[in-house]
């Protein structure tokens, strides 16, 4: 394992030992090495590949080094987009007293130790953390070793990004008001194939992947990878005044769900599916979608200006709905609670929307005036010039 020499002015952990020489004695500069830290979900792991990318577009020679929990989404998603994956004990948070919370110091404390064996011994020149378990773990292994950068995508900061906000040299954040003072707004960083969506370009195609009618008014429906009941009960009921309305549907149930439509003759197809494996296709196919709002959805459907009715999930601590809020400030998008969409609101509300064009045309500028394509270049630059790259 490398551990940092004495004295060593850098103050960066682990360097790793020269490749090779230029001149005589003289070692090979190697490129930057970027740790990033975003486990469990994929609204913490998604930005984090997303400035990998970037941070490879812009420093080929550049190392990344995913950091996460063996009970995560990241096992998955991080070796599939390439990235090398160090795994850490996860270290929840309990949220009341409890026997857990009194086990917490020792488990902490081995998740800290794990975390800077991997810092030194990739020699990491900075430490990135999006929120969540393994940031933690990150932030604490990282302080007064290496130098941190903090990026919170919610409009309400979790308790990892407040921890490492203290200490981090840079804290950036998707919205203002965050929670995190002094963080500069900037997006959230996305992937390069959402940043770059020419939606019109590709309106035919991915229409035609998906089977709908190519001069259809189309709305999107999804929920999330795992689909969402109210949606999922809400269109399916609504789904032949839609159909006679000539609205056609393309919907992401979810895939432990189904959803039964009638299919009605002349009527522009609804179409359901499992899950979407091309949201760039999907976001393309659309005139309107009908969502939950996460920071990552608010994030894309604002990127590619694309007209929204967001539906907030109804739990946690209210931040779907302060996500969805600076779009529907803005105009490009609705609100609907979770309670209030039924059958007949779909009917009474999304319907006549769908077929407005003129409305959906102000809202994509509207939409459009609120995304952050650069945010993943922008975070990646910041991330480097910490790095001292």
């Known amino acids: 394992m490398n551990t940092q020499q004495p004295g060593d ?8 030992s020269p490749a090779g020489e230029a001149g005589a004695g003289s070692p090979r500069r190697r490129g930057p090495t970027v740790v990033v830290a975003g486990g469990g979900t994929a609204g913490h792991i998604e930005p984090a590949m997303a400035l990998a990318d970037a941070v490879r577009r812009l420093r080929p020679d550049a190392s990344v080094v995913a950091l996460g929990t063996e009970r995560g989404l990241e096992t998955d998603i991080v070796p599939a987009r390439g990235y090398p994956l160090e795994l850490v004990p996860p270290v929840p948070m309990p949220r009341k007293a409890s026997p857990e919370l009194l086990r917490m110091p020792s488990k902490v404390r081995d998740s800290v130790r794990r ?29 007064g070793r290496v ?21 981090a040299r840079e804290v950036l954040a998707a919205v203002p008001d965050s929670g995190l003072p002094g963080a500069r707004t900037i997006g959230i960083p996305l992937r390069e194939s959402i940043t770059t969506l020419d939606r019109a370009s590709l309106r035919a195609q991915a229409r035609a992947h998906y089977g709908l009618r190519p001069d259809a008014p189309t709305v999107l429906v999804f929920g999330g ?8 009960t ?14 056609g549907v393309l919907h992401a149930h979810g895939p432990k769900n189904t959803v ?17 494996e091309r949201m760039d296709l999907a976001y393309a196919a659309a005139d309107l979608v009908v969502c939950r709002s996460g920071a990552m959805t608010v994030a894309e459907v604002s990127a590619v200006g694309l007209p929204a009715v967001f539906v907030p999930l109804p739990h946690g601590n209210g931040e779907q709905a302060l996500n969805a809020q600076p779009v529907v400030t803005a105009g490009g998008a609705k609100l609907i609670s979770d309670a209030e969409l039924t059958p007949q609101r779909v009917i009474d509300e999304i319907l006549p929307l769908a077929g407005d064009s003129d409305v959906l045309a102000r809202m994509n500028r509207a939409t459009l005036g609120t995304g952050h394509r650069e945010a993943d270049r922008v975070l990646a630059e910041t991330t480097l010039e910490v790095a001292g790259a």
């Not at 809400?234 to 609205?247: H, M, T, V």
């Open 147 to 167: 130098p941190i950068v903090v990026h919170e995508a919610n409009a309400r900061a979790g308790l990892s990004n407040k921890v490492g906000a203290r200490f």
């Open 9 to 16: 002015p850098s103050g960066r952990v682990g360097a790793p």
């Open 260 to 276: 039964a439509v009638r299919e009605l003759p002349g009527a522009p197809p609804y179409v359901p599916v499992p899950y979407l």
């Open 225 to 232: 990878s795992q689909g969402a009941q109210t949606l999922n």
């Open 234 to 247: 809400a269109f399916s009921g609504a789904s032949d005044e839609l159909g006679r309305a000539g609205i």
């Open 115 to 143: 975390t800077r064996e991997v810092l030194e011994r990739v020699g990491a020149d900075v430490v990135v953390g999006f929120g969540g378990y393994v940031s933690l773990s990150a932030y604490l292994g990282a302080r």
